[in-house]
């Protein structure tokens, strides 16, 4: 629908009916009851898990297939701009509170929860718990080796920031309307954080198999793996978004004025790149 | 609604988006307008109502009289905490959210929401957690039965009902996440030229503090319950002392995401009261900045007050009394509104049409249930009455005298704008004194239950409170008898059954919907309207 003038932009965008929407619930539906069958040992449901991933997958395939059709058919005015620069900020607002609801549990178990049970009144029941972190708690007893920041933790932190710089570098070429420096400033952060994917996956292997440190190691694992975990699905995702925005600018998308899905794109990976810090501060450093 | 001419728009303007149109179920499936949006999520939530209502009056049933009676013990497990989540997650929020959709677009003096295509996936990820939620009855183990807290151990021992709202709570967090930037980008982005934040009628002003709540605490709650997945299914230890975890963090993050969420409830309320009391007192609102800012403070305050939910768990008596006046300082704000609202009506020329009749109701009744909360504020009176009547006797007054009183105020403020049609004030009348008496029936005897020391969510009780138990059954099946009124009502302006609404039928509004004619077009504000 337009409010303007035929032929110009309108300022408002209001999108036809659209079966995607419904793709997604179903998709999501098919994911949920299926886990839940899954991790209930019911034969169907990782299948059912399956197909509904792969729905979720086309549905995503669809509908941002749709809104990039949209966005070069330059359906988009200035206000619909601002409304994805809200909604982006809002997003990645919520992206903090659930990671906050992870390191709040960190702060809990490491300042509350372990130094209760090396409490008098916890003695009766352990009396030979010594109730320092890092620990599996005082009824595991599998010897396990902490994961310190020296190493691998280290190179990733070198190889995110440095993500974070290349990629503004490719954002200054975008706007300078240097194609040629985008593209490779460009594949350099997806290079990178491709290469932190691969060191973290090499972390855990070696974690799992010579440090016998796993999800089930107590808190330290429980911690450890879901505030990395998270972080590592995040950098997944992020690294999906640059990759999507690298096959735009090579069909040549973009211009110096238009380009707000490389913006978004970009800060929700500097958002990512701050919370590595943090792990790597609190989860890895002050281990 | 299908009474509504949906091709209202087409004179004079160019809607060739209208040609394409899909008719039938699709239409609301794949449809992108505010209004049709806001009509399901109502529809779903009248749904939800009954459906958790039901659950509510097999408890009531079972708690005729003492002893075991209609069901086992386990399946009155569920019953109490299905019945939460299903008036919570599928009542009233959903009916929260349609109100926004509904009026905010119409409020400020835009055409639409600003992600048409996204606020219909906000609405049908709905279905899908109802579907999972209301299934879990009939899996093995049966539904969740923890309680609507899903406290572990309990939840980690239980079996997959546990996992199926588990994954319809992460469902519908992702609903609202979506539903709330919708929202919140909307206000800031779409109102009409010359409407500054501070013109904005308090409906919306409410809805973007709530929304602004919802994104905050929502990613909270599906950390948490995500965190429950991983303690029952991958061997994590966050919720077992054994593994250097501890239950009570559980509390803490679901209590952090459960008092803000209080607020998220009430708070669209308070924006729909403030809008129904001006307009029958035929003032404007008394003191809107002040309001404005009592709705601020009490969504800061909300983020400070968790563990009052937690006082018998062990807190250092630090904690305990930080959260106590913490939790007493939302008196303020709160009481703020109150003499708002009631400085409002004085010396107003009142008329007590349904709508006012429920904000009325609301009002006083909305209020005992906040003087009860300052009773449970306080630490020592607290550790008395944790988990007995008194607590469920204080938070149905707040959320069904309050939440829901508000909704059907808003409701019957509003139909003549959705329909086109008067709903019958007889009947309206008729509904709101059914429902306050029956309300009062049901839930006054239970500040006595609780004050005597029945615990809440235990299927059998000792003889001394049968009767008091025994009057509230009965008013728990007059309260949801008398709902059905409501849907006669809602029946016939649907059908078009009444006298035509003109397009301001209460002479003291003064808000941009009632500048559309009824039924409102399809697109609201062609052209944005100029606020001066």
Redo the contacts between chains.
């Keep these: ?3 303007a003038a ?1 032929g110009a932009t309108p300022s ?1 965008y ?9 793709t ?3 998709a ?2 098919l ?3 299926g ?3 899954w ?2 040992q019911y034969p169907a449901g990782h299948w059912m898990v399956a197909v509904g991933f792969a729905v979720l997958l086309y549905m995503l395939f669809g ?1 941002f297939g749709t809104v990039i059709g949209e966005s070069q058919g330059r359906l988009y005015s200035k ?1 619909v701009d ?2 994805f620069r ?2 982006m900020s ?2 990645i ?3 903090v ?2 990671f ?3 390191f ?2 960190l702060f ?2 490491r300042n ?3 130094p ?2 090396g409490s008098l009144s916890s003695k009766l029941l352990w009396p030979n718990y010594a109730a320092q972190w890092p ?6 007893t599998a010897p396990f080796t902490p994961m310190g920041a020296i190493g691998i933790p280290l190179i990733n932190t070198l190889l995110l920031l440095t993500s974070g710089v290349t990629l503004t570098i490719a954002h200054h070429a975008l706007k300078a309307g240097n194609r040629g420096s985008l593209k490779l400033w460009l594949f350099l952060t997806i290079l990178l954080g491709v290469t932190f994917l691969g060191f973290q996956a090499y972390e855990y292997y070696h974690l799992h198999h010579e440090y016998n440190l ?3 190691t ?6 450890f ?2 505030l990395t975990g998270f972080h590592g699905v995040h950098v997944a995702v992020g690294a999906t978004m640059l990759i999507v925005m690298f096959g735009r600018v090579l069909k040549g998308h973009f211009d110096a004025e238009h380009h707000f899905a490389f913006e978004a794109a970009a800060w929700y990976w500097h958002f990512v790149d701050v919370v590595w810090l943090l792990l790597f501060v609190l989860v890895y450093w002050m281990v | 609604m299908s009474s509504i001419p949906h091709d209202h728009a087409h004179d004079g303007h160019g809607h060739d988006d209208h040609a394409h149109h899909p008719t039938g179920i699709m239409r609301w499936v794949t449809t992108t307008n505010h209004k049709d949006i806001g009509t399901m999520y109502l529809l779903f939530s009248l749904g939800m109502f009954f459906v958790g209502g039901v659950l509510a009056l097999t408890i009531r049933t079972e708690l005729f009289q003492p002893g075991m009676q209609v069901v086992h013990p386990e399946f009155f497990n569920s019953l109490t905490t299905l019945h939460g989540l299903i008036m919570i997650f599928g009542a009233i929020m959903p009916a929260a959210v349609g109100f926004a959709n509904w009026m905010i677009p119409m409020m400020i003096g835009a055409p639409d929401m600003a992600f048409a295509r996204m606020n219909n996936w906000s609405f049908w990820l709905l279905p899908p957690a109802a579907i999972m939620l209301i299934g879990s009855f009939f899996v093995p183990g049966g539904a969740a039965a923890g309680g609507w807290t899903l406290y572990p151990p309990l939840s980690v021992q239980a079996g997959m009902g546990t996992d199926l709202t588990i994954f319809a709570i992460h469902i519908m967090g992702a609903s609202s996440i979506m539903g709330s930037i919708n929202i919140i980008t909307t206000i800031l982005n779409m109102r009409a030229p010359g409407m500054t934040l501070m013109k904005m009628p308090m409906f919306v002003w409410t809805w973007l503090i709530t929304a602004y709540l919802l994104i905050a605490v929502m990613p909270v709650l599906a950390g948490a319950v995500t965190m429950l997945l991983t303690d029952r299914h991958f061997g994590t230890s966050f919720f077992n002392a054994a593994g250097g975890g501890d239950p009570v963090l559980f509390q803490h993050v679901f209590w952090f995401f459960g008092h803000p969420e209080v607020y998220i409830m009430i708070l669209p309320s308070f924006g729909i009261v403030s809008e129904i009391i001006p307009t029958f007192a035929r003032k404007p609102l008394f003191g809107y900045a002040s309001m404005v800012y009592a709705v601020a403070s009490i969504a800061i305050l909300s983020f400070i007050v968790w563990a009052h939910h937690m006082f018998t768990v062990g807190l250092p008596a630090a904690g305990l009394l930080f959260f106590m006046y913490a939790t007493m300082l939302i008196a303020v704000p709160t009481g703020v509104k109150v003499f708002n609202w009631l400085a409002t009506m004085w010396r107003g020329s009142m008329t007590f049409e349904t709508p006012m009749l429920f904000s009325v109701g609301f009002l006083f009744l909305f209020t005992m249930g906040g003087f009860t909360g300052l009773v449970l504020a306080i630490t020592p009176v607290d550790i008395q009455l944790q988990d007995t009547y008194y607590v469920v006797a204080h938070f149905h007054y707040v959320l069904v005298a309050g939440s829901l009183f508000a909704f059907f105020a808003g409701a019957y403020y509003w139909l003549p704008k959705w329909t086109g049609t008067m709903y019958d004030e007889t009947l309206g009348k008729w509904h709101f004194w059914a429902a306050m008496i029956t309300f009062n029936i049901t839930f006054f005897p239970m500040h006595f239950l609780g004050l005597a020391g029945m615990p809440r969510r235990i299927p059998d009780y000792a003889q001394q409170f049968t009767d008091w138990n025994m009057v509230a059954t009965v008013g728990a099946f007059g309260f949801g008898i008398s709902q059905l009124i409501f849907v006669w009502v809602l029946i016939k302006c649907m059908r078009g059954d009444g006298a035509k609404a003109p397009a301001k039928p209460w002479e003291g509004a003064d808000t941009l919907e009632w500048t559309l004619p009824s039924p409102a077009p399809y697109h609201s504000f062609e052209t944005p309207p100029v606020i001066k």
């Design positions: 629908m337009s409010a035929p408002y209001i999108p036809q009916p659209s079966h995607w929407p419904i997604g619930s179903i999501l539906l994911m949920g009851s886990a839940a069958f991790f209930n509908w206000k601002l409304s809200w909604s809002w997003f607002f919520s992206e509170m659930f906050a609801a992870f709040g549990a809990y178990i509350i929860s372990v209760d049970l620990t599996e708690g005082p009824y595991l796993k999800l089930s107590g808190v330290y694992g429980s911690t793996y879901m």
